[in-house]
């Protein structure tokens, strides 16, 4: 196969889509020499997927989706049911297990059980099994259309997977990244310049876009095993770079551990642009065991105004049900392509015909505060323009759409005898407007949207190569993750982002960095305001780290470094930096799970600290860049007091003279009265 021409490039570019090129020609390794990955939660022959923290008896199933690997067929799926808040009638429905359309379980919710429904290969869908659960409260049967649920909550706990079989092995670059994958390992070579960081950087961010959690994803250089994620044979990969050549290869093979291996090979400076590649669409298009010339180019387009559709709703909104109905709709920020002011939400779309003998309402909410309402009637068409005020924005947004309707005499109909009521949205149609501009305190909250669609990464001298690596993936993989958009990663000197006026991250920062770049928290003794929040000494005799995010000279700015008592090792915070930059990750709310604008890690602390800058008492770097405004205000002020001293001399002068040439005046005139 010969490369894609030119034109084709040009037309995937002016499409505002990434293009990619890529030759692929055959492998002469066999198949059969490649094995497959598994991450380390998963006991062998089973998968673990995250369960349901609340399931609500309003008789909606929730689906658990879980990706079966090509080659092995389920055998059945278990998971523990507790309840969470009892009917408070003491009467409860009961929670219903469906595959496929078929309930295979009723369990009574009133205690904890454990479920195992049987599956088969049967129950595979476009390679997944999606297995729901419902909870019906007690007289959901009755046939009545104004059963209210009673409130009751179960929860369901992690969901294991059994299987049998053996895993098919990846043949080709497009089958090597499979949707069941739960671990991806990325290592760039010991010792790294900045394109080989920029090369790692670019292929995790790219991963972490078309991954989403709860695929974990590491960043290390060759010799770090310990900050490489866990993988095995079954679910996992790993993606190893390597300079070699004048030309972007990639071959495929396994590791030590049979673990399935990419090694993208070729010219430092073109590794960037094939790892940006490896999670795009179109690397389906590269479908044979070895490439040359993989990479991709050009950045996506992103407007103002953004139709349902775009933000990842779907064709239509559909809501039809007596009691209420709701659909919700993910507005991120970063959709937008940087931050935005305020926003007008646009819906059009049909309802059905409402009788006199129902009264049904259309409620839309921002974040879960009401910004339009209206009934409905006999007029189906509704378009509607709803303005949402800055102080209502978020870094992420709930648009909730909801349709509630009942009889108009409060009487309960069986269904058979109530007309459907029915409110369908057309997201293609609809929209979301925004206008640029700043809604957000300076903080975590800020990114990834303030970045636009660029991420420049520095490393500090304040890390060793390694943990600096890891940590840089860790980051990038977590705004990645929140950011609707593939952010275009590029490595700078450590100096020029300081001196410069862009926005981005710098890991290893050193106590200069901070300074310069006027950090909330310098890298520097430190107290907080409230000494609960950190360990004792911490700031004082212990070392700690920090990840920051703060606004200065116009630009937004994130900065992980540490700080260590004179005559520590020199690499003495690099595991607390690596805690801190993995938070952003691993915490339950990942990105958004950071709130106000510093993070420290500590020494024997689990899980690192949040906290404002506010409470942090102004260290002595920080007051010293106010000392020159200060001594400018004493300056200030004594030219302002001498001007007023000079001033009042010289009233007292002019007075003085006036009062002379007053009375010198009044003794004329007496003299002259004499002599008349």
């Given at each position: 196969?010969?490369?894609?021409?030119?034109?084709?490039?040009?037309?995937?570019a002016?499409?505002?889509?990434?293009?990619?090129?890529?030759?692929?020609?055959?492998?002469?390794?066999?198949?059969?020499?490649?094995?497959?990955?598994?991450?380390?939660?998963?006991?062998?022959?089973?998968?673990?997927?995250?369960?349901?923290?609340?399931?609500?008896?309003?008789?909606?199933?929730?689906?658990?989706?879980?990706?079966?690997?090509?080659?092995?067929?389920p055998?059945?799926?278990?998971?523990?049911?507790?309840?969470?808040?009892?009917?408070?009638?003491?009467?409860?429905?009961?929670?219903?297990?469906?595959?496929?359309?078929?309930?295979r379980?009723?369990?009574?919710?009133?205690?904890?059980?454990?479920?195992?429904?049987?599956?088969?290969?049967?129950?595979?869908?476009?390679?997944?099994?999606?297995?729901?659960?419902?909870?019906?409260?007690?007289?959901?049967?009755?046939?009545?259309?104004?059963?209210?649920?009673?409130?009751?909550?179960?929860?369901?706990?992690?969901?294991?997977?059994?299987?049998?079989?053996?895993?098919?092995?990846?043949?080709?670059?497009?089958?090597?990244?499979?949707?069941?994958?739960?671990?991806?390992?990325?290592?760039?070579?010991?010792?790294?310049?900045?394109?080989?960081?920029?090369?790692?950087?670019?292929?995790?961010?790219?991963?972490?876009?078309?991954?989403?959690?709860?695929?974990?994803?590491?960043?290390?250089?060759?010799?770090?095993?310990?900050?490489?994620?866990?993988v095995?044979?079954?679910?996992?990969?790993?993606?190893?770079?390597?300079?070699?050549?004048?030309?972007?290869?990639?071959?495929?093979?396994?590791?030590?551990?049979?673990?399935?291996?990419?090694?993208?090979?070729?010219?430092?400076?073109?590794?960037?642009?094939?790892?940006?590649?490896?999670?795009?669409?179109?690397?389906?298009?590269?479908?044979?065991?070895?490439?040359?010339?993989?990479?991709?180019?050009?950045?996506?387009t992103?407007?103002?105004?953004?139709?349902?559709q775009?933000?990842?709703?779907?064709?239509?909104?559909?809501?039809?049900?007596?009691?209420?109905?709701?659909?919700?709709v993910?507005?991120?920020?970063?959709?937008?392509?940087?931050?935005?002011?305020?926003?007008?939400?646009?819906?059009?779309?049909?309802?059905?015909?409402?009788?006199?003998?129902?009264?049904?309402?259309?409620?839309?909410?921002?974040?879960?505060?009401?910004?339009?309402?209206?009934?409905?009637?006999?007029?189906?068409?509704?378009?509607?323009?709803?303005?949402v005020?800055?102080?209502?924005?978020?870094?992420?947004?709930?648009?909730?759409?909801?349709l509630?309707?009942?009889?108009?005499?409060?009487?309960?109909?069986?269904?058979?005898?109530?007309?459907?009521?029915?409110?369908?949205?057309?997201?293609?149609?609809?929209?979301?407007?925004a206008?640029?501009?700043?809604?957000?305190?300076?903080?975590?909250?800020?990114?990834?949207?303030?970045?636009?669609?660029?991420?420049?990464?520095?490393?500090?001298?304040?890390?060793?190569?390694?943990?600096?690596?890891?940590?840089?993936?860790?980051?990038?993989?977590?705004?990645?993750?929140?950011?609707?958009?593939?952010?275009?990663?590029?490595?700078?000197?450590?100096?020029e982002?300081?001196?410069?006026?862009?926005?981005?991250?710098?890991?290893?920062?050193?106590?200069?960095?901070?300074?310069?770049?006027?950090?909330?928290?310098?890298?520097?003794?430190?107290?907080?305001?409230?000494?609960?929040a950190?360990?004792?000494?911490?700031?004082?005799?212990l070392?700690?780290?920090?990840?920051?995010?703060?606004?200065?000279?116009?630009?937004?700015?994130?900065?992980l470094?540490?700080?260590?008592?004179?005559?520590?090792?020199?690499a003495?915070?690099?595991?607390?930096?690596?805690?801190?930059?993995?938070?952003s990750?691993?915490?339950?709310?990942?990105?958004?799970?950071?709130?106000g604008?510093?993070?420290?890690?500590?020494?024997?602390?689990?899980?690192?600290?949040?906290?404002?800058?506010?409470?942090?008492?102004?260290?002595?770097?920080?007051?010293?860049?106010?000392?020159?405004?200060?001594?400018?205000?004493?300056?200030?002020?004594?030219?302002?007091?001498?001007?007023?001293v000079?001033?009042?001399?010289?009233?007292?002068?002019r007075?003085?003279?006036?009062?002379?040439?007053?009375?010198?005046?009044?003794?004329?005139?007496?003299?002259?009265?004499?002599?008349?």
């Amino acid at each position: 196969m010969r490369p894609f021409s030119s034109p084709f490039a040009h037309l995937l570019a002016s499409a505002g889509i990434a293009a990619i090129l890529v030759t692929v020609f055959a492998s002469s390794a066999s198949a059969a020499s490649i094995g497959t990955v598994v991450q380390a939660v998963d006991a062998s022959g089973q998968t673990v997927t995250a369960g349901i923290d609340e399931l609500p008896d309003d008789s909606a199933p929730v689906f658990v989706t879980v990706k079966v690997p090509a080659g092995l067929s389920p055998t059945q799926a278990t998971t523990l049911i507790e309840p969470v808040v009892a009917a408070s009638d003491g009467v409860a429905g009961s929670v219903r297990v469906i595959v496929k359309g078929q309930v295979r379980q009723v369990v009574d919710p009133t205690a904890p059980a454990t479920v195992s429904v049987p599956l088969s290969a049967a129950d595979v869908a476009d390679g997944q099994v999606a297995i729901g659960f419902e909870y019906v409260a007690a007289g959901a049967g009755s046939d009545s259309v104004c059963v209210a649920p009673d409130s009751a909550v179960v929860s369901v706990g992690d969901v294991s997977l059994g299987f049998e079989g053996q895993p098919e092995l990846p043949t080709s670059l497009a089958d090597f990244f499979s949707p069941a994958l739960d671990a991806i390992s990325v290592t760039i070579p010991d010792g790294p310049s900045d394109a080989l960081r920029q090369a790692g950087l670019a292929a995790v961010g790219s991963l972490a876009h078309a991954y989403p959690s709860p695929v974990a994803l590491s960043l290390s250089t060759a010799s770090d095993a310990a900050d490489a994620v866990d993988v095995e044979p079954a679910r996992g990969r790993v993606v190893a770079f390597a300079v070699s050549g004048d030309t972007v290869t990639t071959a495929l093979s396994t590791d030590a551990a049979g673990v399935p291996t990419l090694t993208v090979s070729g010219p430092e400076a073109d590794l960037a642009a094939a790892g940006a590649a490896l999670g795009s669409d179109y690397l389906a298009l590269a479908d044979t065991a070895e490439t040359s010339g993989l990479t991709q180019s050009g950045t996506t387009t992103v407007g103002l105004t953004q139709t349902l559709q775009d933000l990842g709703a779907g064709a239509q909104i559909a809501l039809a049900r007596y009691g209420q109905a709701d659909a919700v709709v993910n507005v991120s920020q970063s959709s937008f392509g940087g931050p935005i002011g305020d926003a007008t939400v646009h819906l059009v779309g049909t309802h059905s015909d409402i009788p006199d003998s129902v009264v049904a309402t259309m409620n839309v909410y921002w974040n879960d505060y009401l910004i339009g309402s209206a009934v409905l009637g006999h007029t189906p068409a509704f378009d509607v323009t709803l303005p949402v005020a800055a102080s209502r924005l978020t870094a992420s947004n709930a648009l909730k759409v909801t349709l509630s309707a009942a009889p108009a005499t409060g009487e309960c109909l069986p269904e058979s005898r109530s007309i459907p009521i029915e409110l369908f949205v057309d997201n293609a149609g609809s929209s979301v407007a925004a206008t640029r501009g700043q809604s957000l305190d300076t903080g975590f909250q800020r990114f990834p949207q303030v970045l636009g669609t660029t991420l420049p990464v520095a490393f500090g001298t304040g890390m060793t190569d390694a943990s600096s690596v890891a940590a840089a993936g860790d980051v990038v993989a977590s705004l990645q993750r929140n950011s609707r958009v593939q952010l275009d990663l590029t490595v700078l000197p450590a100096g020029e982002f300081v001196s410069s006026d862009r926005s981005g991250l710098i890991v290893g920062a050193t106590s200069d960095d901070s300074d310069a770049l006027k950090a909330p928290l310098r890298l520097d003794a430190f107290r907080s305001i409230d000494s609960k929040a950190v360990v004792f000494g911490v700031g004082a005799t212990l070392p700690y780290a920090a990840l920051e995010a703060f606004e200065t000279e116009g630009r937004n700015v994130l900065l992980l470094g540490g700080w260590a008592p004179d005559g520590s090792d020199p690499a003495a915070t690099d595991q607390l930096q690596r805690q801190a930059a993995n938070y952003s990750l691993s915490n339950a709310g990942a990105w958004f799970g950071l709130n106000g604008d510093v993070v420290v890690a500590q020494p024997g602390g689990d899980v690192p600290v949040q906290l404002s800058s506010n409470a942090i008492v102004p260290q002595a770097a920080v007051t010293s860049d106010y000392n020159g405004y200060a001594l400018w205000t004493v300056v200030v002020a004594a030219i302002l007091i001498l001007a007023a001293v000079v001033g009042e001399l010289t009233r007292r002068r002019r007075r003085a003279k006036l009062k002379r040439y007053v009375d010198a005046q009044l003794a004329a005139d007496r003299d002259s009265g004499v002599a008349r």
